[in-house]
């Protein structure tokens, strides 16, 4: 039977490439062993439901336990409707346990249960009557929110002391995030900020992105079954772009496998993985559309702007900078906080100057030969026209307010690639920067983004000496600084925007635009 890589809910082994899922969670089952209850929290498509599942029917395999995956999720109707929430809940775990489980080991009965206490009531009776001792996981807790993820959350703590005769044996919660980022309207706070409802777990930890072992083992189970060959290089390039996302590595490759490379005869290069990449990003599946969503938060949005725009982060409080490592937008790198991947790492900013990039209107593309080639110096014209007309105003249509300009600068350069270029962008926290390589047919042009700030000196002696090193790196003898004045009481954009050619430390030829 053929097979693919998934890249849509939980992995089937008979149809999908997949790696084993207990070894991604090798502490679990000593945890389990030791009747402890803990949280496993991860972002979404990184293989949770999957490894949660076959964990559950490895235990129940074994005949030493009853181990069954369940799901709150049909209660998130119902916040405020705890009663209403825990009957629509056992009903779908009813479902669950019958397909899982087989039958000798069913609960007896479904008791009525009183208002408020038919979680804890089901598993009471659940666990007395198993014949092993009985090994719940609870996927999607925190889709729960209020008085409904409370009421829960109280009954599996007041459970707890009567393990393992009386209550499930060890239980795990599954979801998005840790238990201090549950939601819950209460006492002025979107946030639990506590672990108290659930403060009997002995351990709370996610679940990591795949090796670059990992990533060669799935793509060779491909090779494998269809002869079809991954190139070193092309899988060194896959788990760099992804940093090893598991639904990131998976959606490359089924790109590749599916759409790019059919031929199973042609092995698959360095060429179709950044063909693939570039189709992602543009697509913005459901994966990335749901880190989309998250930048709009208040406290996601305190971390990521200082990032894209080379700034020192500011006071930010430490279960926040937790809170967006769990989420996998950003990671520890060699220079502090990140961008998990350069994949999101081109999404982010795609996504923030969406609005803009629908606001600006037809531009002719006058920066082109009558051949198609880019001509530097018509560009730089029409971006000037542009800036000054349009620079402003749009300014108003991008959500990150401090980077506003560079949002707005680069869906005027989308506008320019769209023709047939690209366009790669470095940043990082505390480098007092944006840099933008611009690619088109044969040219090449590197620019540096800096900010001038209310009480600070021109940047233009620094900006000079770092966009050396970035036209360095490039190859380059020239290159455009751009250093937006955010000084407040200014003349307005279209009075103050100005170039000027100035000599960099190096002796390059460096076009300067101020605006």
């Known amino acids: 039977m053929p097979k693919w890589f ?107 249960g009183m208002e408020g206490q038919k979680i804890s009531q089901f598993l009471s009776l659940w666990a007395k009557t198993s014949p092993r001792p009985l090994v719940i996981f609870i996927d999607e807790i925190d889709s729960l929110q209020d008085q409904t993820l409370i009421s829960i959350l109280r009954q599996l703590r007041d459970g707890y002391p009567r393990r393992p005769q009386g209550f499930p044996y060890s239980l795990g919660l599954i979801g998005m995030r840790d238990v201090r980022d549950y939601k819950v309207a209460s006492g002025g706070s979107e946030r639990l900020n506590t672990a108290s409802p659930f403060n009997i777990k002995v351990r709370s930890f996610t679940l990591g992105n795949f090796s670059f072992e990992d990533v060669k083992n799935l793509y060779q189970q491909h090779t494998e079954l269809t002869g079809q060959t991954f190139l070193p290089e092309a899988v060194a390039q896959a788990f760099y772009l992804t940093n090893g996302q598991p639904w990131l590595v998976n959606a490359l490759a089924k790109e590749v496998t599916e759409y790019l490379a059919t031929d199973v005869n042609i092995p698959i290069t360095v060429d179709c993985i950044n063909q693939a990449k570039e189709i992602l990003i543009q697509r913005q599946d459901t994966h990335l559309d749901s880190l989309a969503e998250r930048l709009r938060e208040g406290r996601v949005k305190a971390i990521i702007q200082p990032i894209l725009a080379g700034q020192d982060l500011p006071d930010v409080p430490n279960d926040d900078i937790r809170y967006l490592l769990d989420l996998g937008l950003c990671k520890n790198g060699n220079q502090g906080l990140e961008i998990a991947n350069p994949i999101y790492h081109e999404v982010l900013p795609r996504v923030l100057f969406y609005t803009t990039n629908a606001s600006i209107g037809k531009i002719e593309p006058r920066w082109l030969s009558s051949e198609g080639q880019l001509i530097p110096s018509e560009l730089l014209a029409a971006f000037l026209e542009f800036w000054r007309q349009h620079g402003e105003p749009l300014f108003k249509s991008t959500p990150y307010p401090e980077i506003a300009p560079h949002l707005v600068l680069m869906a005027f350069l989308h506008r320019v690639i769209n023709g047939g270029g690209t366009l790669d962008r470095e940043y990082a926290i505390g480098s007092g920067r944006m840099d933008i390589c611009l690619r088109y047919g044969q040219v090449i042009l590197g620019m540096e983004l800096k900010v001038w700030r209310e009480g600070k000196s021109d940047p233009l002696t620094e900006g000079l000496k770092q966009l050396d090193k970035y036209l360095s790196g490039l190859n380059l003898e020239t290159g455009w600084l751009v250093i937006f004045d955010r000084r407040p009481n200014l003349p307005p954009l279209s009075d103050r925007t100005s170039t000027e050619q100035a000599i960099s430390p190096d002796g390059r030829i460096i076009t300067v635009i101020r605006g």
């Open 6 to 112: 998934n890249t849509a809910g939980p992995c089937q082994a008979d149809i999908h490439y997949m790696l084993s899922p207990t070894e991604r969670l090798p502490e679990l089952t000593r945890l389990i062993a030791q009747r402890n209850y803990f949280v496993i929290h991860a972002p979404r498509q990184v293989g949770k439901t999957t490894a949660m599942l076959a964990l559950a029917q490895e235990l129940t395999a074994s005949g030493e336990y009853t181990a069954v995956m369940v799901s709150v999720e049909v209660g998130a109707a119902f916040p405020e409707q705890p009663d209403i929430a825990e009957g629509a809940i056992l009903g779908t775990w009813r479902s669950a346990i019958e397909h899982w489980l087989p039958a000798e080991l069913h609960p007896t009965e479904y008791p009525a």
